[in-house]
T-cell receptor
Framework: GDSVTQMEGPVTLSEEACLTI???????????LFWYVQYPGEGLQLLLK?????DKGSNKGFEATYRKETTSFHLEKGSVQVSDSAVYFC????????????FGQGTELSVKP | SQTIHQWPATLVQPVGSPLSLECTVE??????LYWYRQAAGRGLQLLFY??????ISSEVPQNLSASRPQDRQFILSSKKLLLSDSGFYLC????????????FGPGTRLTVT
């Protein structure tokens, strides 16, 4: 069935370290892919998206590339900041089911100064 | 621009009491609307979604119900709350075009005592 598998957390990094959060998906069809971020006590914010193979979504220094051949959408950032500490969710949309999003379980990132 | 509102922001209710959470969207027409629940430290669980007025799809069996009395209003209800209903409730919207990205409200923190 449709699913998203994310790298388990928590991930703890020092400020200015490189970040990679792995995400792979299983989907019928050709979905749009998303990364969402959730800061403590808040709702989810769309971080970036990609709609077709080899598209690179980017925002706030984060990037992810839609890899159809490996069904992956890994999130990367070259230099993390303390303010990036949050939970990150990978997801894709089911167009034929009202746009339902299938989410991964979330990866908690903690960045230490 | 589009905005999404949820209220109340926090709620403490005794077991067995009724519940009504409201979500409204501004700046768009005929959105798809969604209710999610997030238990502490856990991922997102889709509860209901709606593709139009009076059209509700239920994703999980529980003592909750949803209604959409107006195009941009989505209500989550319960006649009798259980302890297990505690969590963070998120409303979201999308439109059926483009990538189908969803935009989330600020959430309601519900504690059932």
């Amino acid at each position: 069935g449709d699913s998203v598998t994310q790298m388990e957390g928590p991930v703890t990094l020092s400020e200015e370290a490189c970040l990679t959060i792995n995400c792979t998906y299983t989907a019928t069809g050709y979905p749009s892919l998303f990364w969402y971020v959730q800061y403590p006590g808040e709702g989810l914010q769309l971080l970036l998206k990609a709609t077709k193979a080899d598209d690179k979504g980017s925002n706030k220094g984060f990037e992810a590339t839609y890899r159809k051949e490996t069904t992956s959408f890994h999130l990367e950032k070259g230099s993390v900041q303390v303010s990036d500490s949050a939970v990150y969710f990978c997801a894709f949309a089911l167009y034929n089911q009202g746009g339902k999003l299938i989410f991964g379980q979330g990866t908690e990132l903690s960045v230490k100064p | 621009s589009q905005t999404i509102h949820q209220w109340p922001a926090t709620l403490v209710q005794p077991v067995g009491s009724p519940l009504s959470l409201e979500c409204t969207v501004e700046g768009t027409s005929n959105p798809n609307l969604y209710w999610y629940r997030q238990a502490a430290g856990r991922g997102l669980q889709l509860l209901f979604y709606s593709v139009g007025i009076g059209q509700i799809s239920s994703e999980v069996p529980q003592n909750l119900s949803a209604s959409r009395p107006q195009d941009r209003q989505f209500i989550l209800s319960s006649k009798k709350l259980l302890l297990s209903d505690s969590g963070f409730y998120l409303c979201a919207w999308t439109v059926e075009e483009g990538a189908y990205e969803q935009y989330f409200g600020p959430g309601t923190r519900l504690t059932v005592t």
